[in-house]
């Protein structure tokens, strides 16, 4: 059995929420929730990718619901979701650190948003929780033998809503784990962009 915890709080005062709430909570958190929606314009500097900067600021048009959410028995997460196109939910990076084999790019961005859910908690889409990236054969995905990837060292970190999952190699290459088979992928950087304009065009890849 396996447990999944979403809750909503709205007009969030930050010291009237129940501790299991309020304790999770960053210093970053906390100026986002004081400061709306607004926040989430500026958080983003020159270096970041421009997906990334009109991502936040697509967001940063209107408002958001806060929510938490926990997976079986971890603490609660909160995250911000807009009412942008299919309303996306972005989690701040959290205290633990990323993976030290990450590529420096993927580790920029995660220095900025910690998670981005494309849809609803229980589909498909997004970009992984960054403090908590495993590799494939750890998550338990089948992966079909006989391919040159091997499940040990390739970790997925972004997937679209049919289940794809892009994954970086130990190299700084890339490959995306389509109905368990691995397709080598030229720039690992381009495909991340081509995901996220897609959003923003109002499709999916």
């Known amino acids: 059995m396996h447990i999944i915890r979403v809750a909503n709080v709205y007009e969030p005062k930050i010291d009237a929420m129940p501790p299991e709430f309020r304790d999770v909570l960053t210093e970053q958190d906390v100026e986002a929730i004081r400061t709306g929606s607004k926040y989430f314009a ?11 900067r ?6 940063a048009k209107g408002g958001y619901e806060l929510q938490f959410y926990s997976s079986g028995d971890t603490p609660y997460r909160p995250y ?5 196109q299919g309303q ?3 989690s701040l990076p959290r205290r ?19 998670v981005f859910r494309e849809n609803r908690f229980d589909e498909a889409g997004g970009l992984h929780e960054g403090d908590a990236l495993v590799s494939v054969s750890e998550t338990g995905m089948p992966v079909k033998p006989g391919s040159d990837i091997s499940p040990d060292s390739a970790i997925p970190f972004l997937e679209t809503y049919a289940g794809s999952q892009l994954c970086y190699l130990p190299d700084g290459s890339g490959a995306w784990l389509e109905a368990c088979e691995f397709r080598r992928v ?17 499709t999916r890849i």
């Open 88 to 90: 996306p939910a972005i």
């Open 186 to 202: 030229d720039d690992l950087e381009h495909e991340i962009a081509l995901y996220f304009e897609a959003l923003l065009n109002g």
């Open 96 to 114: 633990k650190s990323v993976r030290p084999d990450i590529p420096a790019f993927l580790r920029q961005i995660y220095s900025v948003i910690g």
């Open 42 to 52: 500026k958080i983003a500097g020159d270096n970041s990718p421009k997906w990334l």
């Open 80 to 84: 911000f979701r807009f009412y942008s």
């Open 54 to 59: 009109e991502v936040l600021a697509e967001c």
